[in-house]
């Protein structure tokens, strides 16, 4: 019997699991379906598509279209799983049945409590996270010209939009709760590389703060009020302190939950036999060390929607962990970090001209963690080291 395969979520793990599924199954439907309303397109490259207008890698999956029983469902949203009787529910109605269903819904930024206590819209808030927030912040630059920004936040996603923003000519000041900036993966020696940089483009950052108050006038935030009473004028407010997972509508399945994140075992499958899932909505555990954390990256998405297809089609296959690294460009640097950091195990430094690399190292001499700002020349070489956990050598 032909079967369906029903997806929820058109990004890195929806395309990959569908063209996959195609393939393996090809006499199978498969409907795809997205809240978003943009053809798919690739997440990774909204800082160069904000600060350059750059669109041809923004777009890179259109060019390859979807395989013919892939049906694509755009600004659809589905309401409810029913898990029993195996369909989902869409916002318009329509009731799709499925034998097996993927959850690749990712996740959504975290909103500012203290802005959305009122259900005021403010029309200089934004956030950095799809193609329409993208969109949102472009038409705001054009109209309205601003001088001045605000981003809040201190990790990658801060220091892209702050990167992007200031490539659009505005003043940019990073508001950071911590006491440094990308603390998760680089030291205070690597991070002051990156301090040097911004002070010289005349990015502010101003640490160990949170914002305690907004001041409004016709729907535009003016001013910021920090914690510490500073108090900041501007024109635009970018706030980027975190993510939670899309992953509610499993909440009144059988499908287990670890706070926010699905629970999947190593063929990507849930606690209900036919549902899967896949991407940023998922619990995963690094290959290396074990560890368990949300997963974040495109290219893991695109890995765990793959291998949920072969099993979603019975055609076995193990999803062996995720690999942490995370990759980004700011400021000039190519920044790259894998693995978990250790603050307590001691890092081993490399630097030249404008370059740092840190790595730290267990007692067998193999590779825990290692950060590369401003010369990734070498990843390759240090990824297949980690990787392999082969004797490490720095030199
Ligand atoms: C700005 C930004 C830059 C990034 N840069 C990088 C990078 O440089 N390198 C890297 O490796 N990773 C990067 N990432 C992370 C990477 O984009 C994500 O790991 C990846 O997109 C996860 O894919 P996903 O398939 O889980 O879901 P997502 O990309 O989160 O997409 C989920 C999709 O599901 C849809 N959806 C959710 N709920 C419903 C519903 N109820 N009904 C219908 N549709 C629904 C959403 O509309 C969305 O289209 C970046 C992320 C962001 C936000």
Known sequence: MNKTFVIIGSSAGGIAAARALARLAPKSSIVMISREKELPYNKCFIADYIAKDEQEQLFMTNNRALPENVQLLLGLSVVAINDQQQHVSLDNGQIINYDALLVATGARPQKMPLLHSDNQRHENLFYYHNLWHANLLKAFIA???????????????????????????????????????????????????????????????????????????????????????????????????????????????????????????????????????????????????????????????????????HNMAGKEKVYEGAVFLVDSHFFGFDFVACGIRDKKIGIITKKGDNWLHEFQCNNDNQLLFFVMLGNIENLPQIKRSYLTRAQFDVA
């Not at 709760?177 to 990015?203: D, P």
């Not at 509508?249 to 994140?261: C, G, R, W, Y």
């Not at 290959?287 to 929607?305: E, F, I, L, N």
């Open 143 to 309: 109209q309205n010209k601003p001088k001045r920004a605000i981003v809040i936040g201190g990790s990658i996603s801060a220091v892209e939009a702050a990167d992007a923003l200031h490539q659009q000519g505005v003043a940019v000041t990073i508001v950071n709760r911590g006491k440094q900036l990308l603390s998760r993966y680089c030291s205070s020696q690597a991070i002051t590389l990156l301090y040097e940089r911004m002070e010289q483009l005349g990015v502010q950052v101003i640490h160990n703060a949170q914002i305690s108050d907004f001041t409004h006038k016709d729907n535009h935030i003016t001013r910021v009020t920090l914690d510490n009473g500073q108090q900041i004028e501007t024109d635009l407010v970018m706030c980027a302190i975190g993510v939670n997972a899309n992953s509610e509508l499993l909440q009144s399945t059988n499908v287990e939950l670890s706070d926010d994140l699905v629970n999947v075992n190593n063929h990507l499958q849930t606690t209900v036999p036919t549902i899967f899932a896949a991407g940023d909505v998922i619990l995963v555990h690094d290959r290396v060390s074990g560890y368990k954390k949300r997963s974040c990256t495109w290219p893991d998405a695109m890995h765990q929607g793959l291998i949920a297809a």
